[in-house]
């Protein structure tokens, strides 16, 4: 059956940090009159834009970029309905010109709000639709407290969601509780009935044998991703130069820049909330004591070196764990919620393992599948079809929600490598990661080195006068 052009064209493009998917946003808006919107989170924030890793004046080539540098540092990230309300206007703006709008960025949270028609409770009917566009956090100023005091009322009223995330964890958290002042229902029964739901559904089919949803997401627009993929050690050799690169580039001066502003705010009597907004920044939390060191003087340079190579491992570590977290986003979630939709055909994964064929690999056939797309000229083949790494990804996994079901969540908390995991095959899963077994082997050695100097010490040493290392040094 021939197929009619797009009237409402949208191109998303995502993937984990540092494949690729600017200069891929950049190159399809030349092509086809695109302007290009963020969808990250952090890159909302004016300034700083090494720590939020912004493209340049010079990689934009000229090409418009929307909501990038829009908010202040004293502002908190924007809630989801935000976002879409915001990014929905400025699609309408970007079409009203007769050009393309191009969705590009991390935050997959934002993403699958945006491309999703009822991905928000607020078009489910579960909450006043006044909440889309405003931050509930006015309407209710509990929701303004610190992270401590939003998970105590959460164990109060919804003891089951409170449990699942980490203590830190201030989005989640917060989310849960607004759910529960907005709809008076615990966020863990209105997940469960969707569950029950889900697993309740035989998964009729159409006329082609797809599956037909009659209750899923639906799409808001007619839109083409791309997700840039690439393999994990491919990727992990160029973040853990991409932050050797940031520290060269002037990391620490954003991180000074951060710590005055949160010292000049307190001197106020306004403390920042660190576990929230641009406060969280990869980079900011590990370089803070080190920069402060520095600024306070008279530190021991050995010292300082041990805390500033701390400080740009657990950069390079957190990094790595932001990737596998947007990769198991668009590998579970959004994967399944297009299935739902039956709109697995519309996500196309580009393998940008090799940066040097970067062109050949990425940009070139997505400007063909871009092409077809917006032309009709020809049917878009199967996305499956394009790799044997396309077809295992673009799988959908049907038993995700039986294996994330509350009775298994049992939240472990690795104070090693700061992470948190929700089931027990999590954690199985991190205490075998490279990441976690190289710190442990690390501590270990710390924690064998002060017996061995007492053992070998001469003259009868007191082992009491032996310091024992400190977290920093672990």
């Excluded at 004293?74 to 915001?86: A, D, P």
Aim: hydrophobic fraction near 35%; charge should be neutral.
């Amino acid at each position: 059956m021939a197929r009619s052009p797009p009237s409402d064209p949208l191109i998303a493009i995502i993937g984990a940090t540092g494949t690729g998917k600017s200069q891929l946003a950049v190159e399809l808006a030349k092509r086809y009159n695109g302007e290009i919107v963020n969808g990250d989170a952090m890159q909302l924030y004016a300034g700083l834009p090494i720590i939020t890793n912004k493209i340049t004046a010079e990689e934009q080539q000229g090409i418009p970029h929307h909501l990038l540098g829009y908010i202040g540092l004293h502002e908190q990230t924007w809630v989801v309905g935000m976002f879409v309300w915001k990014a929905l206007s400025i699609i309408e703006e970007i079409r009203s010109r007769g050009r393309l709008p191009i969705l590009v960025g991390g935050t997959h949270y934002y993403t699958q709000s945006l491309l999703f028609r009822d991905r928000l409770p607020e078009e489910n009917g579960e909450v006043p639709k006044t909440a889309f566009v405003k931050d509930t956090r006015q309407e209710w100023p509990m929701l303004q407290q610190a992270t401590e005091v939003l998970l105590e009322e959460l164990r109060r009223v919804d003891p089951i969601m409170a449990d699942r995330w980490h203590p830190n964890d201030h989005r989640k958290i917060q989310r849960g509780l607004e759910i529960y002042l907005q709809t008076g229902r615990k966020a863990s029964d209105i997940y469960a009935e969707q569950r029950q739901s889900l697993k309740e559904c035989d998964t009729p089919t159409d006329a082609n044998g797809s599956p037909a949803f009659l209750d899923g997401p639906s799409m808001r627009f007619s839109t083409l991703l791309f997700w840039v993929h690439a393999e994990t050690d491919a990727l992990r050799n160029r973040l853990d130069n991409r932050v050797d690169k940031m520290l060269e580039q002037g990391l620490l001066d954003e991180v000074k820049i951060l710590n005055a502003f949160a010292e000049s705010q307190l001197a106020k009597g306004e403390p920042v909330d660190e576990t929230r907004g641009i406060w969280v920044s990869i980079g900011y939390k590990e370089f803070k004591a080190y920069a402060q060191a520095l600024g306070r003087g008279g530190a021991n340079e050995h010292q300082l070196e041990k805390v500033k190579a701390e400080a740009l491992e657990r950069t390079k570590i957190s990094t790595r764990q932001y990737a596998k977290r947007q990769v198991r986003w668009i590998r579970i979630k959004l994967v399944n919620a297009l299935f739902q939709a039956n709109a697995s055909h519309s996500l196309y994964l580009l393998d940008g393992s090799n940066v040097d064929s970067f062109e050949q690999d990425v940009v070139a056939p997505a400007l063909e599948l871009t092409h077809h797309f917006l032309t009709a000229s020809e049917p878009l083949p199967d996305p499956n079809s394009l790799s044997a790494i396309a077809e295992e990804l673009l799988t959908p996994r049907r038993d995700y929600d039986l294996a994330n079901a509350p009775e298994k969540w049992v939240r472990r908390h690795c104070e090693l490598c700061g992470v948190t995991c929700g089931t027990e095959e999590q954690w199985g899963m991190h205490v075998k990661s490279k990441a976690h077994r190289k710190l442990m082997s690390k501590k270990n050695r710390a924690e064998e080195a002060p017996a061995k100097d007492v053992k070998h010490a001469k003259g009868g040493a007191d082992p009491a006068t032996y310091d024992s290392p400190s977290r920093s040094e672990l």
